[in-house]
């Protein structure tokens, strides 16, 4: 029996003769198609593959620090203020006193009579936390070529 190795597109054949007689006849048997075997889920690339990030380039190939783009939540606190009325009283007029007895004792107390009364308005101060979506930058060490750094 002969082996003869073909190199056909960068992929190794062998190919087998058979040195027997004429005569001879080597019976076919077909081949049942295999069962499809299940396919692993594709492993995520590798970052430090030796390839370009960006182009898929293999030359000239270095590590370097990208900025990439991020939007951030910054909390900013506002102080405003709402309006509440209150009434300030004016002053009373003393009308007389007024004694008693309990069990505790004699007491007494004074009698006042309100006058007047006028209307201010009190600015109550309100807080308020306002959640702010803005842009920024975080670095990234990813692998680029010449052409793409």
């Known amino acids: 029996m002969r082996t003869w190795v ?24 077909p081949l049942a198609p295999e069962p499809a075997a299940e396919v692993p889920p594709a492993a995520p690339a590798d970052p430090n593959d030796g390839r370009c990030d ?45 004694c008693g007895c309990d069990e505790c004792g004699p007491w007494w107390m004074q009698i006042w009579k309100p006058t007047c009364a006028h209307v201010i308005t009190k600015h109550v101060p309100v807080k308020t936390e306002v959640v702010r979506k803005v842009p920024g930058f975080e670095w990234k060490v990813q692998e680029r070529c010449c052409q793409c750094r």
């Open 6 to 29: 073909l190199l056909v597109g960068g992929m190794l054949f062998a190919a087998a003769a058979w040195s027997a007689c004429a005569d001879t006849v080597v019976p076919a048997v």
């Open 54 to 98: 960006r182009c898929g380039s293999c030359q000239s190939v270095r590590s370097v620090c990208v900025p990439v783009p991020v939007e951030r939540e910054k909390k900013k606190i506002c102080w405003s203020y709402r309006c509440e009325d209150i009434c300030i009283p004016g002053p009373s007029i003393l009308c007389g006193e007024k």
